[in-house]
């Protein structure tokens, strides 16, 4: 597609439950971001991938947060034993590499997560 | 590490009012700058940006300087319109030689009404 997809667009689960959030970057974008944001608060940064590189997870808020990439392509973000704090719109974005990766990146239009 | 501190909101304005939405960063080395703009249903897109000391960036009416004697890269408009409602976000990309580390750090968000 022409931009970034993310699905499902809305998720409700109960607490204690593993979800599965999904990220199509643009084609040709080596670099894949994911953020959250929480109600009335900024975006938080999560993970950062970037080619073949080791991804930066340092934002990454506690163990049961994961994502993966497989190659340059769809990213999946998984949240294990969901909690109710984890209510947020996750955002995924992507952007072109090389020495200036991240000079313009493009959103999807975020998974509400919403845990009972 | 770095940091981006936007004016808390939300602003609102009647039309044709002139905007200043106040962005200060804390960073090492020497940043590219940005503001990001999500419309009411859509997602966060880049509105302008600036990629070293005292450039201005500027789209659809908006400017914003780099001030690297202020830290800072306020966001202006002189006459704003309904349409221009929205929450703006100022962010900052670490560079470092001319080469980015790739991560954005946004700041919280700023939520614009504009009323006719």
């Known amino acids: 597609g022409a931009g970034v997809s993310q699905s499902p667009s809305n998720k409700v689960t109960e607490k204690g439950k593993d979800v599965e959030l999904r990220c199509d970057p643009i084609?040709?974008?080596?670099?894949l971001y994911w953020y959250r944001q929480r109600l009335g608060q900024g975006l938080e940064f999560l993970i950062y991938?970037?080619?073949?590189?080791?991804?930066?997870k340092s934002g990454l808020p506690s163990d049961r947060f994961s994502a993966e990439r497989t190659g340059e392509s769809v990213s999946t973000l998984t949240i294990q034993r969901t909690q109710q704090e984890d209510s947020a719109v996750y955002l995924c974005?992507?952007?072109?590499?090389?020495?200036?990766?991240?000079?313009?990146?493009?959103f999807g239009s975020g998974t509400q997560l919403s845990v009972l | 590490g770095d940091s981006v501190t936007q004016m808390e909101g939300p602003v609102t304005l009647s039309e044709e009012a002139f905007l200043t939405i106040n962005c200060t960063y804390t960073?090492?080395?020497?940043?590219?700058l940005f503001w990001y703009v999500q419309y009411p249903g859509e997602g966060l897109q880049l509105l302008l940006k600036a990629t070293k000391a005292d450039d201005k960036g500027s789209n659809k009416g908006f400017e914003a300087t780099y001030r690297k004697e202020t830290t800072s890269f306020h966001l202006e408009k002189g006459s704003v319109q309904v349409s221009d409602s929205a929450v703006y976000f100022c962010a900052l990309l670490g560079l470092a030689g001319g080469t980015s580390y790739g991560k954005l750090t946004f700041g919280q968000g700023t939520i614009l009404t504009v009323h006719p």
């Open positions: 974005a992507s952007s072109l590499g090389g020495a200036r990766v991240g000079e313009k990146l493009f």
């Open positions: 084609s040709g974008h080596t670099a």
């Open positions: 991938f970037q080619g073949n590189s080791a991804p930066d």
């Open positions: 960073a090492t080395g020497y940043p590219s």
